[in-house]
C-alpha cells in the first residue's frame, strides 16, 4: 500500500492549483479533482481552504504578500517616499508574478468569463495587511465610502498593473515600466491633499460666478 504525502499547507495548495492548470491547460472542476492530481483528499483540501474560489483568491493573493513581505523586511524602506514606496511594491510584484508569467496569462484567459473574481480578490485584499504605501485623503473620506480608500487605490493600481504585464510583448516589459512610473505619477497627483483641495476651491469659485462671469444673459 502506498505512503499517503503529508498533508498540504496553503502553499503547497496554491503550488498544486498551478501545475494543474499549467499541466491540464484547464481549471480543476472539482476540489476533488485538484485532490486527486496532488496526492492528496478532501478533507486535507478542507483544511486550509473553504473552496476552490478561495484557493484560487489566494494564488492572486500570494504575489501581493509576497512584495509586501520582502519590503517590510528592508529597513531602508521606510525612507522612501509614499510615492517610491508604491513603485518598489509595483516593481517587485511584477518581478513575482514573472516567475509564473506563463500559469498567469492561462489562468487569465481561463477565468475571464468568471465576473465575480475581480470582486472576491479585491475584498479579500482589502482584508490583508498590504500598507505598503499611502496616499493623502483624509480619514473623512474613508469614513463616508465605508472602507479603506487608500488601500482600495492603491490595490487597484497595482492589479491593473499585473493585467497589464500580462498582456505586453514589448521587448523586455519596456511598456510595463513606461506604465508603472506614469500611472504612478498620475495617481499621486491626483490624490495630493494640496491638488485636491485647490480643485475644490476652483470648484467653488467657479460656481459662485456662474451666473455673471459664465453667463450669455
Known sequence: MAKKKKAFDKL??????????????????????????????????KKQFTDLRQLETAVIALYFKEANDLLMADEKFEEYSNKEKQLAFLYVMIEKAGADEVFLQEFQR?????????????????RQELSWAELSWGAS?????????????????????????????????????????????????????????????????????????????
Open 12 to 45: 503547497q495548495w496554491i503550488a498544486a492549483y498551478k501545475s494543474f492548470v499549467l499541466e491540464k491547460g484547464e481549471l480543476p472542476a472539482t476540489v476533488r479533482e485538484l485532490a486527486e492530481m496532488a496526492g492528496q483528499t478532501f478533507p486535507d483540501f
Open 110 to 126: 481561463l477565468k475571464k468569463t468568471d465576473r465575480g473574481f475581480a470582486v472576491r480578490l479585491m475584498r479579500f485584499l482589502n
Open 141 to 217: 473620506t474613508a469614513e463616508r465610502v465605508g472602507v479603506n480608500p487608500k488601500q482600495a487605490a492603491l490595490i487597484q493600481h497595482a492589479l491593473s498593473t499585473l493585467m497589464f504585464f500580462l498582456k505586453d510583448y514589448s521587448e523586455e516589459k519596456q511598456d510595463t515600466d513606461a506604465y508603472i512610473e506614469k500611472t504612478t505619477d498620475v495617481l499621486y497627483r491626483l490624490t495630493d491633499t494640496s491638488t485636491v483641495r485647490s480643485m475644490v476651491d476652483l470648484g467653488k469659485f467657479l460656481f459662485s460666478r456662474r451666473k455673471t462671469t459664465f453667463s450669455w444673459e
